[in-house]
């Protein structure tokens, strides 16, 4: 069982910047693949970006590619998504996920263990 905590949502103005983290528990999260979601209000939840198991590999969303970046800290256990010139279309409920296996995908069902989800919300 892998347990995930997701920090470092908030309020923030537009072009701002936010870094959130996903502490995970268990020994088999240095193995996995990570992934980054997002739902908003009314909206189905969405790929953010994902990460390797190593790092090697990582995989950004064409809605944030280029302000949003994915890397991780095995020895931490924790992965973190840095986001970068913030819009307001950016507000969501950000969750963490373990993949399946050690690859990255970009759709929900390959995930097998979510994180509650922090807010993050993009003042104009």
């Known amino acids: 069982q892998v347990q995930l905590v997701e920090s470092g949502g908030g309020l923030v103005q537009a072009g701002g910047s936010l870094r959130l983290s996903c502490a995970a528990s268990?020994?088999?999260?240095?193995?996995?693949?990570m992934g980054w979601f997002r739902q908003a209000p009314g909206k189905e939840r969405e790929f953010v970006g994902a990460?390797?198991?190593?790092?090697?590999?990582?995989r950004s969303a064409d809605s944030v590619k280029g302000r949003f970046t994915i890397n991780r800290d095995n020895a931490k256990n924790t992965v973190y998504l840095q986001m970068n010139s913030l819009k307001p279309e950016d507000t969501a409920v950000y969750s963490c996920a373990v993949s399946k296996d050690s690859n990255w995908y970009t759709v929900s069902n390959f995930y097998v263990y979510w994180g509650q989800g922090t807010q993050v919300t993009v003042s104009s």
């Open positions: 268990g020994r088999t999260f240095s193995m996995r693949g």
């Open positions: 990460i390797s198991w190593n790092g090697g590999s990582t």
